[in-house]
């Protein structure tokens, strides 16, 4: 039994719940900073082979999903829980007893603006009035009772407001309980793709019914001729039902399709290749910079787009270049692979041809292409519930503070005490303002 005592106590210990709180900050920041879900090559090809060893042992390739992350989020949830649960039991009872009369020992002799509760001053009339003026009514919880000490009665008008803000903790505590839950949860469960072309291009969403089709995209310029902002025009289908929803996405400007967040990631360049047989075309696609396509006929020899320079310069150290976004020397950068190995890599001028044996290949008509990413997490609005929640509970636990007055009746008056919890010298002065500013004061 002292076993589970002990338990109970540290799984519900304040420590506990920072440390952990603080290890799960760095686990987040560790997964925005390291790329989630790659191969270990890439790894390797960033970080060096011991670092990429370290990413894939320790699980930080998929942070969310590793078994450290599940479990400190388990072991937090279940100290804010146990943690609110202890607390339960004394919040009723002081919720219960919030009205109550004070114990007449307690506030005979408190003069203390710490003590509560504490005597504020006297009250020469009207008592009724004296309370509803500072916002305690019979509405409000005002009541008349009598105790008995000495065998003598004694009478006292009790009244109390902002009872609500004794719930400030719990639902705090309660509020970011749902936020972890749901941002933990959220991040194990959550979908991401990626869906990227050209105007006219429509494609699978990943393994969904869903269908993304591309039907215009705008590059907007500043007068420099820097990049402002890329916008998007899309249209999603069910391929199920038939359903559409459209919508226009720009970056920072996200668009909610279907329960999917469709966000503007970035764009890259674009071009039309060609590709002729002794003269005669044989094929012909659009193709996105980074991308191959496979002769017809030919299947061992495929061509890459690799790059487009608008304003072409080869630099001896840095290599090919653009010197401007304008039109002024186009040029595309191609790989041509045949059985697996390179053949050769270089640059064609607009209007260049590339031969290969019996093939000819050109490029034109550049543009560019965007890259839409989407993602679906089921526990959104999971996250947003604990966020109001929690900003609920902060909102009472620092502006509703519990208010409580005595007014003890001695001759033809009345002693004034009162319990203004955390701002209780504020509100000592507040009610003694009251006194003297309302000739209620003797």
């Known amino acids: 039994m002292n076993g589970f005592k002990k338990f109970y106590k540290f799984i519900s210990s304040m420590k506990l719940a920072l440390v952990l709180l603080g290890l799960l900050i760095i686990g987040c920041v560790i997964g925005s900073v390291i790329p989630q879900g790659q191969i270990m090559k890439l790894y390797q090809q960033q970080y060096g082979d011991r670092t990429a060893g370290l990413i894939m042992a320790l699980?930080?390739?998929?942070?969310?999903?590793?078994?450290?992350?599940?479990?400190?989020?388990?072991?937090?949830?279940?100290?804010?829980?146990?943690?609110?649960?202890?607390?339960?039991?004394?919040?009723?009872?002081?919720?219960?007893?919030?009205?109550?009369?004070?114990d007449e020992n307690s506030i005979s002799n408190n003069v203390s603006v710490e003590s509560s509760p504490h005597y504020i001053g006297r009250l020469s009339k009207?008592?009724?009035?004296?309370?509803?003026?500072?916002?305690?009514?019979?509405?409000?919880?005002?009541?008349?009772?009598?105790?008995?000490?000495?065998?003598?009665?004694?009478?006292?008008?009790?009244?109390?407001?902002?009872?609500?803000?004794?719930?400030?903790?719990?639902?705090?505590?309660?509020?970011?309980?749902?936020?972890?839950?749901?941002?933990?949860?959220?991040?194990?469960?959550?979908?991401?793709?990626?869906?990227?072309?050209?105007?006219?291009?429509?494609?699978?969403?990943?393994?969904?019914?869903?269908?993304?089709?591309?039907?215009?995209?705008?590059?907007?310029?500043?007068?420099?001729?820097?990049?402002?902002?890329?916008?998007?025009?899309?249209?999603?289908?069910?391929?199920?039902?038939?359903a559409k929803e459209s919508a226009s996405v720009s970056v920072n400007a996200p668009a909610?399709?279907?329960?999917?967040?469709?966000?503007?990631?970035?764009?890259?360049?674009?071009?039309?290749?060609?590709?002729?047989?002794?003269?005669?075309?044989?094929?012909?696609?659009?193709?996105?910079?980074?991308?191959?396509?496979?002769?017809?006929?030919?299947?061992?020899?495929?061509?890459?787009?690799?790059?487009?320079?608008?304003?072409?310069?080869?630099?001896?150290?840095?290599?090919?270049l653009t010197l401007s976004s304008k039109f002024n020397n186009p040029a595309y950068l191609y790989i041509v692979y045949f059985q697996g190995s390179v053949l050769g890599m270089n640059t064609l001028m607009e209007g260049e041809e590339l031969t290969i044996d019996e093939y000819t290949v050109t490029f034109d008509n550049p543009r560019n292409y965007t890259l839409i990413q989407i993602k679906k997490d089921s526990f959104t609005y999971f996250v947003l519930l604990g966020g109001v929640v929690l900003l609920l509970g902060l909102f009472l636990s620092l502006y509703v503070q519990p208010e409580k007055i005595w007014l003890k009746q001695e001759g033809d008056g009345y002693l004034v005490f009162g319990s203004g919890g955390k701002s209780g010298i504020l509100f000592a002065d507040r009610v003694k303002a009251k006194l003297k500013g309302n000739n209620y004061e003797k």
């Open 59 to 102: 699980s930080l390739d998929d942070v969310f999903h590793s078994w450290w992350f599940v479990a400190f989020t388990v072991i937090l949830c279940l100290n804010l829980f146990t943690c609110s649960i202890l607390r339960t039991p004394a919040l009723i009872k002081r919720w219960k007893s919030f009205g109550d009369l004070p």
């Open 126 to 242: 009207d008592p009724e009035a004296f309370l509803k003026s500072l916002g305690f009514s019979r509405q409000s919880g005002t009541k008349q009772s009598e105790t008995k000490q000495n065998e003598t009665k004694q009478s006292y008008i009790v009244g109390f407001r902002h009872k609500a803000g004794l719930l400030g903790p719990l639902i705090t505590h309660i509020g970011v309980l749902l936020l972890i839950l749901g941002f933990s949860f959220g991040q194990m469960s959550k979908v991401e793709y990626t869906v990227y072309g050209l105007p006219g291009d429509a494609k699978q969403i990943g393994d969904t019914d869903y269908i993304l089709q591309i039907d215009d995209f705008n590059i907007g310029l500043r007068a420099d001729d820097t990049v402002e902002q890329y916008t998007s025009d899309i249209t999603v289908r069910n391929a199920a039902t038939g």
């Open 256 to 320: 909610s399709l279907f329960g999917m967040k469709f966000f503007q990631n970035s764009t890259g360049w674009a071009a039309d290749m060609h590709i002729l047989e002794n003269g005669e075309l044989l094929q012909e696609e659009a193709v996105e910079a980074g991308n191959y396509v496979t002769v017809s006929d030919k299947t061992d020899l495929q061509i890459g787009f690799m790059a487009f320079y608008p304003d072409y310069h080869y630099d001896r150290e840095k290599g090919p």
